[in-house]
T-cell receptor
């Protein structure tokens, strides 16, 4: 069935470090791919998305490219800030349903 | 805009009690979803609806019921609460399925069954 596998955390980085969170997926058809972010005590918020192969989603310095050949959608940011500390979820949308990864907790220390 | 609103934010139930988690959205979205979030497990889909009067089971529907009498509201009912239902519950909505349509989430309901 359709599913998402993402890098397990927690991840701890120093401010201004480079971030990569890996995400791979299994899906029939042509899913859309998303990264959501969850701050403590809040719901999930859309961070970025891509709807077809080779699309690059970007927002707030985060980027991810839809790679059909490797079935991946890795999240990257060149220089993280303390305010980026949160849990990040990779997700795919196929048909009527979203499928979420297990989440990766990121802590950025000053 | 209010977006997706869930009530209550927190609740403690005793085993065997029942309750309804409320969810309403003001974006005129057709699709609505209920998820539960358990530590280290990501989000699991409980039920979803593609429009008023239409509901369908997700991955973990046992112990829950839903109804969708209006476009705005999608309540989730727990009839006989069990400790295994201790979780954080999220309601979400989207305009339609497919095509990169994003889901908008409520702030969650933290439920503890004791």
């Amino acid at each position: 069935g359709d599913s998402v596998t993402q890098m397990e955390g927690p991840v701890t980085l120093s401010e201004e470090a480079f971030l990569t969170i890996n995400c791979t997926y299994t899906a029939t058809g042509y899913p859309s791919l998303f990264w959501y972010v969850q701050y403590p005590g809040e719901g999930l918020q859309l961070l970025l998305k891509a709807t077809k192969a080779d699309d690059k989603g970007s927002n707030k310095g985060f980027e991810a490219t839809y790679r059909k050949e490797t079935t991946s959608f890795h999240l990257e940011k060149g220089s993280v800030q303390v305010s980026d500390s949160a849990v990040y979820f990779c997700a795919l949308l196929t048909g009527n349903q979203f499928y979420f990864g297990t989440g990766t907790s990121l802590t950025v220390i000053p | 805009n209010a977006g997706v609103t869930q009530t209550p934010k927190f609740r403690i139930l005793k085993i065997g009690q029942s309750m309804t988690l409320q969810c309403t959205q003001d974006m005129n979205h057709n699709y609505m979803y209920w998820y539960r979030q358990d530590p280290g497990m990501g989000l699991k889909l409980i039920y979803y609806s593609v429009g008023a009067g239409i509901t369908d089971k997700g991955e973990v529907p046992n112990g829950y019921n839903v109804s969708r009498s209006t476009t705005e509201d999608f309540p989730l009912r727990l009839e006989l609460a069990a400790p295994s239902q201790t979780s954080v519950y999220f309601c979400a909505s989207s305009l339609k399925g497919g095509g990169g349509t994003e889901a908008f989430f409520g702030q969650g309901t933290r439920l503890t069954v004791v």
